[in-house]
């Protein structure tokens, strides 16, 4: 690493987080898009108010007037001590619907935690960013739907309900909430939270009136908010039957991982009953929070699924060294030791922003807790560190945080059908605005380019799942191998991901394969050859497409055919092939050997492991490796075919005619 830069850098990191933070006057506030102004005559002079305040004509004209004038000129007014406070009050209860810190940092008291004692809510640099994403989708008018996963120990519950309660306080009247934990107690010391707040909330702000809270209709969790007629109820996962779910505007389920299926219940079941009495619009809220606790339950599925942009939730994670607990100090003139010093988990730690500092804390976690994996599921730096469920897995995080850095959204979403245009075999056809995207879609990063003519730029391979949407997913995968002629690497071009009819898969391959100027056409089969499985008809299948579609991956040597045996289409992984394509992978992923850009790729080598035999390989229960066999199959293949080749005009028809075997391998 240049040891200047890392310096320089981290020093502007620390910059930031030693920055004036200050709710009242604005100052250093991220969350909201703010503007500094001036107003005379007032006790704070100069103030950086959320430009949701701009256009607001009381505001402009103190800003323009000062307090005095205003006093004088539009309200006919003496400016005395009595009425500039009057007016200043006025302004601060305008300001508080627009700036959520500021009202929190004025209005609530709350248990500050670990210090036994009272004291005014001022969020700190992780609750910061949180609301940021909150505020975002309010200022926008969009529901406040968030998946929320977080390390510990920096107030990501307390945030969420005290923004309810101010919704409740300052925006809606009749706006209930519920909140649910996984066990009693969680949602207890919430309502203990609330309660605080709500007698401690200043009189003044009320003309006068104490706030108060009473059972609603006798049910002591369920509480009525005087001031607003709101309610908020409580409950549990495991004992959700007090829980009112009827005209509810936002819900907050904190520490969803833990919550866990029974008999005749599962923790989704009770979401969909909570959130389904939620008429989503402006100011209703549904969030999801939780520390990861495993893969493949109901937290993590809905977090892949707000990742991929499969459900309506905006997804946030909070790493741990974003929380300013985490840190130990570096004297700076040790700085060039300390950096030689780090190991390359230490300088990706440095790469995802982390500074030195927190570097320095986590090498002595490091030694306290020596399972990497229960080491990242307590102090996650990414989310697929925070979802760790086992110390068997197959691709180490660094190398797969590594090429995720190079995954960016897709140029086109949409399919790929026959053309019935002169001179064209293919076209492709844009999903419709708004239309989801996620499945039975095609992704393309770099559109095909025919006017090369190079034999085999393009590979294409497929991973053939089942058909029910309970089965595995089929997945197809395209690369470019045009800057491997320069000592390049290949990238991913194009993958298909869904659930479809055998047939219907292989034609689409097809078509794809065609598209992509006739690329190879390598077709995972095992699964398909294999007695009383879906698939069992695939060899006739692949038999049909070899005589329309040339370009066809056949194993079988040439050696063989000239013996006369018969060829042996797709490539067959068993005992022997799935070990090297996926040790192939491995090293691909470790000297950067391909270029990925598919995100839930990476989710997918994230959750790939060793099994407990230490000898099978394959996704953790209750997820899939798809993207996983197909790109390791592409990028094997990438590598030990030929490289591409010209391919002369008067040639063209031979390059759609020929026969590739492994042995062209």
């Not at 305008?94 to 929190?104: L, N, V």
């Not at 706030?211 to 609603?216: D, E, F, N, V």
Request: hydrophobic residues 35%; neutral net charge; aromatic residues 10%.
């Amino acid at each position: 690493m240049d040891k200047e830069y890392v310096i320089t850098e981290n020093n502007k990191r620390l910059g930031k987080i030693s920055a004036v933070y200050n709710p009242i006057t604005g100052e250093g506030s991220t969350s909201i898009e703010r503007k500094w102004i001036e107003i005379e005559d007032f006790p704070l002079r100069k103030v950086n108010l959320p430009v949701t305040m701009m256009n607001d004509r009381q505001v402009l004209q103190l800003a323009s007037m000062g307090a005095d004038e205003y006093l004088r000129n539009i309200l006919g007014c003496e400016p005395n001590n009595n009425n500039r406070i009057r007016l200043w009050l006025d302004f601060c209860l305008k300001r508080m619907k627009h700036d959520f810190e500021y009202w929190a940092k004025s209005m609530t008291i709350i248990s500050d935690k670990g210090k036994g004692r009272d004291t005014s809510f001022t969020l700190n640099r992780p609750q910061r960013i949180y609301l940021k994403a909150m505020e975002e989708l309010r200022i926008a008018e969009r529901p406040i739907d968030i998946i929320l996963c977080k390390a510990r120990q920096w107030g990501g519950s307390t945030l969420t309900q005290l923004y309810m309660l101010w919704i409740q306080l300052m925006h809606k009247q009749n706006w209930n909430s519920v909140i649910c934990g996984d066990i009693e107690k969680q949602s207890s010391i919430v309502a203990g939270m609330l309660a605080k707040v709500i007698s401690h909330y200043p009189k003044w702000a009320t003309g006068g009136k104490q706030i108060t809270t009473s059972p609603y209709q006798g049910a002591q969790k369920t509480r009525v908010i005087s001031w607003g007629n709101s309610r908020y109820s409580l409950g549990s996962s495991q004992k959700p039957d007090s829980l009112r779910s009827e005209d509810i505007s936002m819900a907050h389920l904190t520490e969803v991982g833990l919550w866990k299926a029974t008999q005749g219940r599962k923790p989704e079941d009770l979401v969909q009953s909570i959130f389904g009495s939620i008429a989503s619009g402006p100011y209703t809220m549904k969030v999801i929070e939780s520390t990861a606790k495993g893969v493949g339950n109901f937290f993590h599925r809905t977090w892949l699924e707000a990742t991929e942009g499969r459900n309506n939730f905006t997804p946030v994670f909070i790493p741990w060294f974003s929380i300013d607990l985490y840190s130990k100090p570096v004297a700076k003139c040790d700085y060039p030791a300390f950096i030689d010093s780090m190991n390359e988990y230490e300088k990706s730690l440095f790469g995802l922003g982390a500074t030195l500092e927190a570097i320095a804390w986590y090498r002595d976690k490091r030694r306290e807790l020596p399972d990497e994996w229960r080491l990242f599921s307590e102090f996650p730096s990414t989310a697929a560190e925070a979802f760790q469920s086992t110390g068997r897995r197959v691709f180490r995080t660094g190398y797969v945080n590594n090429i995720r850095k190079d995954c960016i959204p897709p140029l086109f979403y949409g399919d790929i059908v026959p053309s019935n245009e002169p001179g064209k075999s293919t076209r492709f056809i844009p999903a419709a605005p708004g239309e989801k995207c996620d499945e039975n879609t095609l992704w393309i990063w770099l559109m095909p380019d025919c006017t090369q003519h190079l034999r085999d730029r393009y590979i294409v391979t497929v991973d053939v799942g089942g058909t029910s949407d309970k089965a595995d997913y089929s997945c197809i995968v395209v690369a470019d191998r045009i800057s491997m002629l320069d000592g390049g690497i290949p990238e991913i071009a194009a993958c298909w991901h869904g659930h479809i009819e055998h047939d219907k898969l292989a034609w689409k391959a097809v078509e794809i394969a065609r598209a992509y100027d006739n690329a190879l056409l390598v077709i995972e089969s095992n699964t398909l050859e294999t007695d009383g499985t879906e698939g069992n008809n695939f060899e006739y299948i692949l038999n049909e497409i070899s005589g329309k579609y040339s370009n066809l991956y056949s194993r079988t040597s040439l050696q063989e055919i000239k013996q006369g045996r018969p060829r042996r289409w797709g490539f067959h992984t068993n005992s022997s092939t799935k070990p090297m394509v996926i040790n192939f992978l491995l090293k691909a992923l470790r000297d950067g050997l391909y270029i990925e850009r598919c995100m839930p790729t990476t989710h997918e080598l994230d959750l790939y492991e060793y099994k407990e035999n230490g000898k099978e390989m394959g996704a953790v229960e209750g997820n899939h490796d798809d993207r996983v066999m197909a790109t390791a199959i592409l990028v094997w293949t990438c590598y030990n075919h030929p490289l591409p080749t010209p391919v002369h005009k008067n040639n063209i028809a031979n390059k759609r005619t020929r026969i590739i075997s492994e042995a062209s391998l």
